[in-house]
Each structure stands twice: as C-alpha cells, then as structure tokens.
C-alpha cells in the first residue's frame, strides 16, 4: 500500500473524530448543560484524552436529561 492509499483511509476517520471532539466539547460548556457529577472540567478531560471514546461517553452517559 502506498502512503496516499493510507492517507486516504485514515482521513475521514480523523475528520470524524475530530468533529465528535468539537462537538461534544461545544455542548459541554453551553452554561444550561448539566452533566453527571457536576464536573464539566473532568468531562472536558474524558472527551479530550479518550478521543473516539470520550466523546461518546459523554453522549451515552455524561449529559443530564432535563
């Protein structure tokens, strides 16, 4: 396999990965979200350290249902 061929087979999962990153910390900060444990800054921690799995965690388990 050629690098290109690897490029091209990683790329729309780092995208995607990426995108979960920003989108789970962008409903995190909103000041209306509520998450299990009252700590948004360890929820911060979840989805930027584990990041394919944190981000849905945070999705399945974090957020607080109204």
Known sequence: MSQT???LLILPIVILEIAL???ALRDLV???RRVRG???LL???VIVLFQLIGPILYF???RETE
């Open 5 to 7: 061929t690897i490029l």
């Open 21 to 23: 990153i920003v989108f």
């Open 30 to 32: 909103r000041p209306e």
């Open 38 to 40: 009252d700590s948004k």
């Open 43 to 45: 929820w911060g921690l």
């Open 60 to 62: 399945m388990v974090g």
